[in-house]
């Protein structure tokens, strides 16, 4: 039989998953799952890079997290879902690899280099106080991936740096000690971007303008009412361009059948925008519904979640030993074992 290739992707935990996520990332990974062996990793030690002083966020998110891949059908029976500090072989390997990267590199990781100058107020005005984690986290990602030996990972485009710093840390340690290590592939999807509700080209847990999984209908409604519309409608029956209408945005993802019909009534002033907002903002609600009632399983039985994570760890935690252990024949640093 042949071997079915490895697929990693992660995520870091710091808020719940919204609907830019769902059509970003989790319909491919439920898609994936069906064809590969599948890794997902809560990428903790990550957010705790930028969350060093708020370690009960990172705390309370990873089951949030872990809540909302199961209930929009990852399937722990295909896909290994673990957290990445329960796996100590990742920070061992970081270690190992950080003398394989030089710190100018890592300063001109572009991903970087952005979040840096974002993140004023823990890294200082021009990133003076940046601290050795931070500027070292693609090192700790190229571990993630390096000790799975995973082949495939899909990622947005923001995440491309990271995934060329893993392959050049991969060859370089090849090359030094021998072939060893498996270097990946980025997969990238041509996977939408979601705009917000404010019309920002970008929905984000941070920005406010995000419609979570686990929203209620009633946050859903109180949400899209205040959805940005055409500024040139003022009066009910003004008629309007749909097309730089939020509303008329997201009709187009969640109101497949009655799209054209709201697209038309709309360009002839047929259409109220409070109206058509609460057809939307139910459209919403059913799309989510199946979601919505699973996410309640979950809430009522944590413990199913708590199984699932520790057994998706401890297999998560089998395959990093085995990786490990050539890792450290291959480095000379397999002290006692006999050969
Ligand atoms: N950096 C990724 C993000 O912010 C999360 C992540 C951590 C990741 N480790 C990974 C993604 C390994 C893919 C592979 O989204």
């Given amino acids: 039989m042949e071997e079915k290739k490895i697929v990693l992707t992660g995520d870091r935990p710091t808020g719940k998953l919204h609907i830019g996520h769902y059509f970003g990332s989790i319909q491919n990974r439920l898609k994936l799952q069906e064809q590969y062996e599948t ?18 966020k990172v705390r309370t998110a990873i089951k949030e997290l872990a809540k909302d891949y199961l209930s929009c059908g990852i399937d722990p029976e295909k896909c290994t879902i673990y957290i990445q500090s329960m796996i100590p072989e990742i920070a061992e390997l970081t270690v190992f ?12 990781n572009p991903t970087v280099k952005t979040e840096i100058a974002q993140k004023k107020e823990l890294f200082g005005n021009n990133g003076e106080s940046i601290t050795y984690g931070f500027l070292g986290y693609p090192v700790s990602q190229a571990a993630d991936i390096a000790v ?5 990972i899909p990622v947005g485009e923001d995440q491309l740096p990271m995934i060329e710093q893993t392959r050049e840390i991969v060859r370089k340690f ?16 041509k996977f939408p971007r979601i705009k917000g509700l404010d019309g920002n080209e970008k929905m984000g847990k941070s920005l406010g303008n995000a419609i979570f999984l686990s929203d209620s209908e009633e946050e859903i409604q109180k949400k899209v009412m205040g959805a940005v519309t055409d500024t040139s409608k003022i009066k009910k029956d003004d008629p309007a361009n749909p097309e730089i209408c939020m ?3 997201y009709h187009k993802l969640f109101s497949n ?14 259409r109220g925008c409070v109206q058509c907002k609460k057809q939307l903002a139910k459209n919403i609600a059913e799309y989510l519904r199946p ?13 199913v979640i708590d199984k699932i994570l520790i057994d998706g760890t401890n297999r998560a935690r089998k395959k990093a030993k085995e990786t490990m252990e050539k890792i450290k024949k291959n480095m000379r640093i397999n002290y006692f074992v006999n050969e």
């Fill in 39 to 56: 890794y997902i990793l809560i990428a903790d030690v990550q957010a705790l890079t930028d969350n060093f002083n708020n370690p009960e």
């Fill in 148 to 152: 799975f030996n995973a082949e495939l």
């Fill in 257 to 270: 059948d009655s799209c054209k019909e709201v697209f038309a009534e709309c360009r002839k002033g047929e």
């Fill in 291 to 303: 979601i919505r009632e699973k996410r309640a399983y979950y809430d009522n039985n944590p413990e």
């Fill in 97 to 108: 690899f950080s003398n394989l990267v030089t710190v100018a590199r890592l300063e001109r």
């Fill in 174 to 189: 090849n090359s030094m000690y021998g072939d060893t290590l498996v270097e990946p592939e980025a997969l990238v999807g």
């Fill in 247 to 249: 509303v008329g945005y």
